[in-house]
Nanobody, 117 residues
Framework: QVQLVESGGGLVQPGGSLRLSCAAS????????MGWYRQAPGKQRELVAH???????NYAGSVKGRFTISRDNAKNTVYLQMNSLKPEDTAVYYCNIVSGGWRNDYWGQGTQVTVSS
């Protein structure tokens, strides 16, 4: 059984930084894509960033230039470095991994990020 365990969320002041991590455990093969989504109160879940096997990152326009996604294939881990955080970045952040020829879709339990002074 595959589990995604996220860490690194918390409370930070505007302009601050946080680094999220998501480690996959269990039998997971042929990862196609790893990514991060977020959901703010009263809003739909939205894509933050995802990264392909080749290491190319794709970002939502609202975070481009501030957030960086990376991965460690040997550890089945994906990271999200978040800089210059804004109050509007406040949300629950979810890790997502797609594998097995795009047939398997795994989600983490979510980690809260709060940006407030």
């Amino acid at each position: 059984q595959v589990q995604l365990v996220e860490s690194g969320g918390g409370l930070v002041q505007p302009g601050g930084s946080l680094r999220l991590s998501c480690a996959a455990s269990g039998s997971i093969f042929s990862i196609n894509r790893m990514g991060w989504y977020r959901q703010a109160p009263g809003k739909q879940r939205e894509l933050v960033a995802h990264i392909t096997n080749g290491g190319s990152g794709n970002y939502a326009g609202s975070v481009k230039g501030r957030f960086t996604i990376s991965r460690d294939n040997a550890k089945n881990t994906v990271y999200l470095q978040m800089n210059s955080l804004k109050p509007e970045d406040t949300a629950v952040y979810y890790c997502n991994i797609v594998s097995g020829g795009w047939r398997n879709d795994y989600w983490g339990q979510g980690t809260q990020v709060t940006v407030s002074s």
